[in-house]
């Protein structure tokens, strides 16, 4: 079974950086793509990045290219989501997501953490 726990989050100045992380509780954590997801008040929930099963393929939503990077360490079955340069309309709710293939469908994720709140001040 696949259990997602995001940490991380928090309140930080336009142009500072975080860290989220996503850790799976389970054992079949490399089973699984991974991927990024957020949504903003009023906004539908969109994909940030994903990463494929063995890391070796990653896509981007085109606002945060350059500027976030997703990487996973499948021996800590936990996934990362560095944030940099980060700008108030980066302000939502992200959510961790699993699986069976890297897609930007969040319908095709069968398995999602919480959510953490990160919040970009101008």
């Known amino acids: 079974q696949v259990q997602l726990v995001e940490s991380g989050g928090g309140l930080v100045q336009a142009g500072g950086s975080l860290r989220l992380s996503c850790a799976d509780s389970g054992r079949t954590f490399s089973n699984y793509a991974m991927a990024w997801f957020r949504q903003a008040p009023g906004k539908e929930r969109e994909l940030v990045a994903g990463i494929g099963r063995s890391g070796s393929s990653t896509n981007y939503v085109d606002s945060v290219k350059g500027r976030f990077t997703i990487s996973r360490d499948n021996a800590k079955n936990t996934v990362y989501l560095q944030m940099n340069s980060l700008k108030p309309e980066d302000t939502a709710v992200y959510y961790c997501?699993?699986?069976?293939?890297?897609?930007?469908?969040?319908?095709?994720?069968?398995?999602w953490g919480r959510g953490t709140q990160v919040t970009v001040s101008s």
């Open positions: 997501a699993a699986g069976r293939w890297l897609t930007t469908a969040a319908t095709l994720y069968g398995y």
